[in-house]
Nanobody, 122 residues
Framework: QVQLVESGGGLVQPGGSLRLSCLASGTIFSINAMGWHRQAPGKQRELVAAISSGGSTKYADSVKGRFTISRDNAKKTVYLQMNSLKPEDTAVYYC????????????????WGQGTQVTVSS
C-alpha cells in the first residue's frame, strides 16, 4: 500500500520561505514521477511542480523561479523549496505520485498524501 506523508507546512510572512517534504512508502519510488499539487479555498486543485524519475522538472507558471522540486531516491523523499512566498500561495499542498509518462499531462497521479497547510500572511 502506497503512503505519502507530507511535512513542513505552516505560517510564513510574504517574502519568506518554506520547505515541504514528502516521505513515500510502499512503492518503487525511484521509477515514479513525483509531484506537488495545491488547492486554495474556492479554487481548483492545480499542479505546482513535478519531477520525473530521471530528474526532469516542470513548474506552474505562477511559481517558476520561486519554487524548486527535488528528490532523494535513497531516502524516498521529494522536496518542494518555496521562496519569495506570496499570499496567493496560500493553499493545502498535496504530495502525489504516479507512473512516469512520455508527457507531463499523461501522468496519472494515482496516490495522494493527506496534505499540509501553507499560509502566507503578515
Amino acid at each position: 500500500q502506497v503512503q505519502l506523508v507530507e511535512s513542513g507546512g505552516g505560517l510564513v510572512q510574504p517574502g519568506g520561505s518554506l520547505r515541504l517534504s514528502c516521505l513515500a512508502s510502499g512503492t518503487i519510488f525511484s521509477i515514479n514521477a513525483m509531484g506537488w499539487h495545491r488547492q486554495a479555498p474556492g479554487k481548483q486543485r492545480e499542479l505546482v511542480a513535478a519531477i520525473s524519475s530521471g530528474g526532469s522538472t516542470k513548474y506552474a507558471d505562477s511559481v517558476k523561479g520561486r519554487f524548486t522540486i527535488s528528490r532523494d531516491n535513497a531516502k524516498k523523499t521529494v522536496y518542494l523549496q518555496m521562496n519569495s512566498l506570496k499570499p496567493e500561495d496560500t493553499a493545502v499542498y498535496y504530495c502525489t505520485t504516479g507512473p512516469n509518462s512520455a508527457t507531463w499531462t499523461g501522468i496519472r497521479w494515482n496516490y495522494w498524501g493527506q496534505g499540509t497547510q501553507v499560509t502566507v500572511s503578515s
